[in-house]
C-alpha cells in the first residue's frame, strides 16, 4: 500500500493538471454544442473522461516495465480486435469499425496507435545495432505496421490510418535506419500511389479534391470547409461569447461537437480562444519532449515517448488544419476536446504511459 501511494505522489501532477484542463475545454464547448439540453451526450462524455483520467492514473503507476514486457501481447490482442471489428463489428455511418460492448461502441484502431507504438519500440530496443544494416530483419516489423494499416484503411478511416502510419514512421526513425530505408518507401509510395488512389471512396476522393476549391460545391462536399471558415473568421479577436455562436447554434456548422468543435471555439472565443488551445497542446508536447529526452541509453522509453506524443501532436495539427481548410476533411477528432470514447480513451492511456516514464526517469536521477 505505501509503494503504490508513493508512486502516486511521484507522478507528475503539473502534466496532470494540463491534461485535465484541455478536457474541461472540451467538455465547455461539448455543453455549448448541445446548449446543455442533450444531458444523455453530456453525462456520456463526463463518464467517459472519468473513466480515462482514472484509466491514465492507473496507468501511470504501472512501472514501464510491465508495459515493455507485454508490448507483443498487447499488440496481438488489439489486433485479433481490429479483425474482429472490420469483419464483424458495427456499422455506423458507412464505416465497419467499432465494437458494440453492452452500448459503448469501442473503436480497437484507437487503441493500436498506441499499442503499435509499444510493440515497434520493443522489438527496435531489443535488435542490435549491428543488425540494422541487414534490412532482412526489417520485414517482422513492417509486416507489424502493413497489417494493421491495411485492416483500418478498409474499414474505411482514412483519417485513422493516417496517423497510425505517420506514428510508425516516426518509431522507424527513432530506431536510427538509413535514410536510404525511408527513400526507398518514399519512392515506392510514387509507384503504389494511383492504386492508392482507386482504392478510396468516391466521397473520400471529393474530400481530397474539394481541398483545392471548396466553392465549387458550396452546399455539398465544400459545405463543411467553408461553413466551418465563416466560424472561425466570425469569431474575431475575443469571439462572440459562449453559447452565442451563430454558426453553431443555428446549425450551420456540421459535427460541431466532433470533428469541427475548433470551428466552434474560434468562434464564441475567437483568436485568443484557438491561441490558448494551441497553447495548451503545444506545452503538453513540449513537457512530454523533455521528459523522452531524458531516456538518452533507453531507446524503448525514447522511442516509446516521441511515438505517443506525436500520436497526440500530429492528430491535433490535421484536425486543426482540416477546419480551416489547409487539410481535406478527413473525420479526425480533436484530441480530448472533441466528443468521442475511444479516441479519447486512447489519449489518456497515452498520457498514462508518459507519466509512468517521468515517474521511472525521476527515480532514476
Known amino acids: 500500500m505505501n509503494e503504490i501511494f508513493f508512486r502516486f505522489k511521484n507522478l507528475y501532477w503539473f502534466f496532470i493538471a494540463l491534461v485535465f484542463f484541455l478536457s474541461f475545454v472540451g467538455f465547455v464547448m461539448i455543453y455549448s454544442a448541445t446548449s446543455g439540453m442533450e444531458y444523455d451526450i453530456l453525462s456520456s462524455h463526463i463518464l467517459k473522461i472519468s473513466f480515462g483520467f482514472s484509466l491514465m492514473l492507473l496507468v501511470g503507476v504501472i512501472n514501464i516495465d510491465f508495459w515493455k514486457k507485454n508490448a507483443f501481447y498487447f499488440y496481438v490482442f488489439c489486433l485479433l480486435l481490429l479483425i474482429w471489428a472490420s469483419l464483424f463489428g458495427y456499422i455506423g455511418k458507412g464505416s465497419r469499425r467499432w465494437i458494440n460492448l453492452h452500448g459503448f461502441f469501442f473503436q480497437p484502431s484507437e487503441l ?74 518514399g519512392f515506392l509510395f510514387l509507384i503504389i500511389a494511383p492504386y492508392l488512389w482507386n482504392s478510396l471512396k468516391n466521397y473520400q476522393k471529393q474530400r481530397i479534391l474539394t481541398l483545392f476549391n471548396p466553392e465549387n460545391d458550396p452546399l455539398g462536399s465544400g459545405y463543411h470547409i467553408i461553413q466551418s471558415q465563416i466560424a472561425i473568421g466570425s469569431g474575431g479577436t475575443l469571439g462572440k461569447g459562449w453559447m452565442k455562436g451563430t ?20 468562434e464564441e472565443f475567437g483568436f485568443l480562444g484557438t491561441i490558448s488551445v494551441i497553447g495548451l497542446i503545444a506545452l503538453i508536447t513540449y513537457l512530454t519532449y523533455q521528459i523522452s529526452n531524458h531516456f538518452t541509453h533507453d531507446n524503448f522509453s525514447r522511442m516509446l515517448g516521441f511515438g505517443v506524443i506525436s500520436n497526440f501532436f500530429f492528430a491535433s495539427l490535421i484536425n486543426m488544419s482540416m477546419v480551416i481548410g489547409i487539410l481535406p476533411v478527413v473525420g479526425l477528432p480533436l484530441p480530448l476536446v472533441s466528443y468521442g470514447g475511444s479516441s479519447m480513451l486512447s489519449y489518456f492511456i497515452g498520457f498514462g504511459l508518459i507519466l509512468s516514464l517521468q515517474r521511472h526517469s525521476k527515480l532514476r536521477l
Open 247 to 266: 454558426q453553431s447554434h443555428l446549425d450551420f456548422l456540421p459535427e460541431k461537437h466532433t470533428d469541427f468543435i475548433f470551428s466552434m471555439l474560434g
Open 112 to 185: 493500436m496507435k498506441i499499442v503499435i507504438i509499444l510493440a515497434l519500440a520493443k522489438f527496435f530496443d531489443e535488435k542490435k545495432i549491428k543488425e540494422k544494416k541487414d534490412y532482412f530483419f526489417l520485414i517482422l516489423p513492417i509486416t507489424m505496421a502493413v497489417i494493421p494499416f491495411v485492416l483500418i484503411l478498409s474499414q474505411p478511416d482514412l483519417g485513422t490510418a493516417s496517423i497510425f502510419l505517420f506514428v510508425c514512421f516516426v518509431v522507424f526513425f527513432l530506431a536510427g535506419l538509413s535514410w536510404k530505408f525511408f527513400m526507398s518507401l
